[in-house]
């Protein structure tokens, strides 16, 4: 494990937001620096960010870290997932065809990437109905 510094990574995926002509708010509550295995950590925090970008217009990342634990909030105003399909996007090569696969790009392998990364932190993730409209994806483990 090293220190990963979110407000670093979170400026290059505003710039990747920007480029996609998307909206991203980032915001930390904390400390900014959370000991991770970095590159791991970076893809998965990638791979929720740009499913929402894929799917929505709007995101907004919120990070909250210490006593020991990092909760990192993602929601989108995307078309979301049915909640009774939401553990099973986490399957490897699953892929939704409906509103949230109108794009034919992916190889159904990013969530269930991110989970494993989670999990192997001590953590894990969880799908929920975000108050933007869209997927609110929580990644909790400790840091």
């Known amino acids: ?29 904390g400390d900014h620096e959370v000991l991770v295995r970095p590159t791991a950590f970076a893809r998965l925090i990638s791979n ?15 990070a909250v ?8 909030t993602i929601d989108d105003d995307g078309p979301g997932i049915p909640s009774e399909k939401r553990e ?10 409906e509103a949230r696969n109108l794009d034919s790009s992916g190889t159904g392998l990013g969530l269930s990437i991110a989970r494993d990364i989670a999990r192997s932190h001590g953590g894990d993730i969880i799908l929920e109905e975000s108050s933007m409209g869209g997927l609110r994806a ?5 840091a």
């Open 138 to 142: 929580v990644i909790r483990m400790p």
């Open 48 to 62: 929720i960010v740009s499913n929402a970008f894929r799917y929505a217009q709007n995101v907004e990342i919120r």
């Open 1 to 29: 494990a090293a220190r990963f510094d979110l407000d670093a990574y979170f400026a290059k995926l505003t710039e990747e937001a920007r480029l996609r002509k998307r909206r991203l708010t980032a915001t930390i509550a």
């Open 65 to 72: 870290h210490g006593n020991g634990s990092l909760v990192v």
């Open 88 to 97: 099973h996007v986490f399957k490897p090569f699953v892929r939704l065809d």
